[in-house]
């Protein structure tokens, strides 16, 4: 099966691309990338598979917790969770600090 027609749909394209969107007028400095539709449908996938660590690491520590801030928002604390846990995994693992904030 195509990646295009496992995760993805226009309707969660579009509302990733308003995400990014967002993203980048609250903080500017978040979103270092170009948005293509190859982003769009990457950071599709790995919201749906919850690899938040994937997406610090190929978008920025900012960008994520720009994530986290729209779940926040959204009071989806579950998902808010679980960006927190792997990113103190990431700092155990690579003796790192970064801010879960």
Known sequence: ???DKLFS???EDT????MIYEIR???PSA??????PGDVK???LYLKTRKYDTIMYLYGHPFLL????MFEENENYEECSEIVKQIKEHNK??????STK
């Open 66 to 69: 720009e994530i986290l801030k």
């Open 93 to 98: 693992l690579f003796e790192n600090n970064i």
């Open 31 to 36: 979103v270092k990338f170009t948005v293509t």
């Open 42 to 44: 990457t950071i599709l």
């Open 15 to 18: 509302a990733v691309r308003i």
């Open 9 to 11: 749909s226009t309707n």
């Open 25 to 27: 007028e609250r903080n």
């Open 1 to 3: 099966m195509e990646f």
